[in-house]
């Protein structure tokens, strides 16, 4: 599986933009087919990782969707909400408050996003992802 960076669902295109590490490209797909995809090629489907983040953690919104490794997905908004940006927990460098409702989130890449959400709620996504990696390493 290539390093996934972030994934946008485009509207406009009606396709994805996926962002890679060393590259960016858009697929005639959405965000939650794609994921089921990758869940698929690793023995799983999208539902069933979110099935088994609330087996650990109880009902949530929300939710981030375990890979393979440390590459965790994790949504800054609703799933199927139209602003939304899937990020992989292993390629966040950092956050840093640009004021009470933006956040510039930088890549591993390098690269930065500014994105229309408080540093607090994106930092609670970002906890939560990779703390389900360590519950599901524990139980390896």
Not at 21 to 31: A, I, P
Request: aromatic share 12%.
């Amino acid at each position: 599986m290539k390093d996934i960076l972030l994934m946008i669902d485009d509207k406009k295109r009606k396709g994805l933009y996926i962002k890679y590490f060393d590259e960016s490209l858009y697929v005639n797909d959405d965000s939650l087919s794609f994921i089921n995809k990758i869940c698929l090629a690793y023995g799983s489907t999208r539902k069933g990782r979110i099935e088994s983040y609330r087996y650990h953690f109880g009902n949530a919104n929300k939710v981030p969707i375990w890979l393979i490794q440390d590459s965790c997905l994790f949504p800054l908004l609703a799933p199927k909400n139209k602003g939304n940006i899937w990020f992989n927990t292993k390629h966040i460098d950092s956050a840093i408050r640009i004021n009470s409702y933006l956040t510039k989130v930088i890549l591993s890449n390098q690269e930065s996003v500014i994105v229309n959400t408080n540093i607090r709620t994106f930092n609670k996504q970002l906890s939560r992802a990779r703390y389900f990696i360590e519950v599901i390493k524990q139980n390896d």
